[in-house]
């Protein structure tokens, strides 16, 4: 690593590509501390989508928060009525994107999508890993070792920052959730919801292999209550208010419905105030592993050691099929791969 006269390393400009999803996103916060530590006071910015962009606002490591909005802009170009404001938004980002001439641009993503973003920013050291997916090392000019695939993805974001020249890695980042987390212990209390202990539920997952049974997760919650006398709060996005009503309807006691009522920073503060994060291989169990939650992650399809909540205080129930992990989104016989961890699984799991 070069130096400046005094001995201290110079001052970068960064730019680092993550765009998705919510559980990626947080899981490379390390990686960007570990960066900051190496180039202290280099400006870093941070090219999001628009799903994961919440997690970053007002985040003291990052200098600007760059939000594609990708999908958003797909869906206007298909319209003649919005095609012209999708193109020029689309026209808007790519000028903030080059705006800035880099010292150092990171893909951490590794898709086709996001090594077109590097490509095309102005960037003397175009950094990732060699061999990605969707010949998105094609944009690189500086390649990593293929990374194993069964390393956590954690440890290999932080690779690219030992890469760099970082000798102070860590598996904790900063989550700037204070106001939130204020927020939060306000309404739990205007709520009479400070009873102890407090289980966060978060039932929903994008693939339907990882889903775990609504009626299981109805029966975990009254007994939960009835023998831990536990205080059940359900969490998810707006969309998947109507499950967890469905579920609360199976129950015979009083849970609380918070689907789409908290924002990514309010759900890392409320699962940072709980007892204990139930949920499935979901973002938001990264989100509750990061901001120090207790989490309790049910997987089925996919490899709790490559993308499960890091670190040894966290519990992972799974069926341990033989065919599992299978990556699969969809599966004709998926009930026995969730379907199979039974609630007695998973109560006997529960550290309370």
């Known amino acids: 690593m070069d130096y400046d006269g005094r001995g201290h390393p110079p001052m970068k400009k960064i730019l680092i590509i993550k765009l998705s999803a919510i559980g990626d996103v947080v899981q490379a916060l390390p990686a960007l501390e570990a ?4 180039f202290p006071g280099s400006s870093v910015t941070w090219v999001v989508e628009e799903a994961a962009a919440g997690i970053l606002e007002g985040h003291p490591q990052i200098d600007t928060v760059l939000v594609s909005g990708r999908r958003s802009w797909i869906r206007m170009l298909k319209h003649p009525r919005t095609f012209r404001d999708g193109f020029l938004k ?19 993503q590794g898709l086709f999508k996001s090594g077109v973003l590097i490509g095309l920013a102005r960037a003397d050291r175009k950094i990732g890993f060699a061999r990605s997916r969707e010949l998105s090392s094609f944009f690189l000019n500086e390649r990593l070792p293929a990374y194993d695939k069964n390393k956590h993805a954690l440890e290999r974001y932080l690779d690219v920052a030992r890469y760099l020249g970082a000798r102070e890695v860590s598996s904790s980042c900063t989550l700037p959730i204070g106001r939130e987390r204020s927020a939060i212990e306000q309404r739990l209390s205007g709520a009479g919801l400070k009873r102890k202990p407090l289980i966060v539920m978060n039932p929903v997952a994008r693939w339907e292999t990882k889903l775990w049974p609504e009626l299981n997760f109805a029966v975990l919650a009254d ?3 009835a023998e831990k006398q536990a205080t059940i709060i359900f969490t998810g996005s707006g969309a998947d208010r109507a499950t967890v009503s469905r579920i609360l309807n199976m129950m015979k006691e009083h849970a609380e419905n918070w689907a789409g009522e908290t924002t990514l920073k309010e759900l890392a503060a409320l699962a940072s105030l709980a007892d204990l994060f139930v949920t499935t291989d979901t973002g938001p169990m990264h989100l509750a592993a990061a901001a120090d ?16 909540p890091y670190g040894p205080s966290h519990i992972v129930v799974r069926a341990g099929l033989e065919c599992s992990p299978c990556f699969k989104r969809k599966c004709n016989d998926a009930i026995r791969c969730m379907g199979m961890i039974s609630v007695d699984d998973v109560m006997r799991k529960v550290p309370l």
């Open 35 to 38: 960066i900051k530590r190496t």
């Open 90 to 108: 689309i026209v808007a980002f790519l000028r903030a994107l080059r705006a800035t001439r880099y010292d150092i641009a990171i893909d951490l």
């Open 223 to 225: 007994r939960l209550i």
């Open 293 to 308: 939650g207790k989490v309790l992650a049910l997987f089925g399809p996919t490899a709790p050691w490559r993308t499960g």
